[in-house]
């Protein structure tokens, strides 16, 4: 299954690298901080007519519509083209997730950066990969370590809450990267390059893949309360390793 759903992302990255004049082929969704541009919806298609041809009983949950109700036990969590924004104004840190879930707990994860060429992958148990080598968490300690966010700039109700976290975890020695695609911020800490990541509020394609990515890799993942995440609902996101796992205790409350 993973392999497959591999091939069928890859090829989607073609139509990513293949294209031209994205800004004329750009909307926007609920203002100048949510995109959509021709390509997203384009990738969603195919992603959709692929995966459900490899597994037909499966529901469909993708970021551009095409929502199935969620009666199989089985859903693809779809992000076509997670960092919009990056992509119409030319910043090749963009990338297509796919999750795959199982009763409500992700199995089997691809997030795919084709204009790096990155290509991250996880099945539950089965470790994760970054272009087919194994990757890990860092060991670092919260004085030693980056944090990347995201800073959900189209909802003005978590402002203070963000910046809250961030005054904290600034002023316990953390430095910050925000490099605006969600998924891949997630691979950053697989990756063991950042040791923490945060956003107040998240839709389920922006963190399903990313974060089974992160628990294979040997960090955890929870809300920003320190508690279970669900891959099927919109909330806070808190990702690191084993050393700043920790730090969710302390966390300034919304
Ligand atoms: C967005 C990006 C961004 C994050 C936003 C997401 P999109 O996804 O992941 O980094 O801060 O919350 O909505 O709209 O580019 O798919
Ligand atoms: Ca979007
Ligand atoms: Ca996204
Ligand atoms: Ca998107």
Redesign the pocket.
């Known amino acids: 299954m993973l392999e497959n759903i591999i091939d069928i992302v890859r090829r989607a990255g073609e139509l990513v690298r293949s294209a031209h004049n994205v800004t004329a082929a750009t909307h926007e969704k609920n203002g100048p901080a ?2 959509v541009t021709e390509y997203d919806l384009a990738v969603q298609r195919f992603l959709r007519q692929e995966l459900l041809a490899l597994l037909p009983e499966a529901d469909f949950f993708g ?1 551009e519509g095409q929502h199935d109700a969620l009666t199989s036990p089985w859903t693809f969590i779809v ?1 076509p ?6 992509f119409v104004r030319g910043f090749a840190y ?1 990338n297509i997730s796919v999750a795959l879930a199982k009763d409500g707990q992700v199995e089997y994860a691809v997030v795919y950066a084709p204009l790096a060429g990155d290509l991250y992958a996880a099945r539950r148990g089965g470790g994760a990969t970054l272009n087919g080598r194994a990757i890990h968490v860092s060991g670092r300690d919260p004085g030693h370590s980056l944090v990347v966010c ?5 909802d003005r109700s978590y402002t203070e809450r963000h910046f809250a976290i961030m005054r904290y975890l600034y002023d316990r020695g953390l430095d910050y990267r925000r ?5 891949l ?1 997630l691979c950053q800490v697989a990756a063991g390059r950042a040791e923490v990541f945060f ?1 107040c ?3 389920p ?2 963190f399903a893949a990313g974060s089974l990515l992160v628990q294979e890799a040997g960090g955890c993942v929870t809300t920003l309360e320190g508690t279970t995440i669900d891959p099927l609902r919109p909330g806070s996101v808190f990702a690191a390793n084993a050393l700043c796992g920790g730090l969710t205790a302390e966390l300034p409350r919304g």
């Not at 083209?81 to 990056?86: A, H, L, P």
């Not at 995201?150 to 189209?154: E, L, N, P, Q, V």
């Open positions: 949510d995109l970021e992000d083209i997670d960092g919009t924004t990056n963009t995201g800073s959900t700039i189209y490099f605006g695609a969600a998924a911020d956003e509020r998240l839709s394609w922006d």
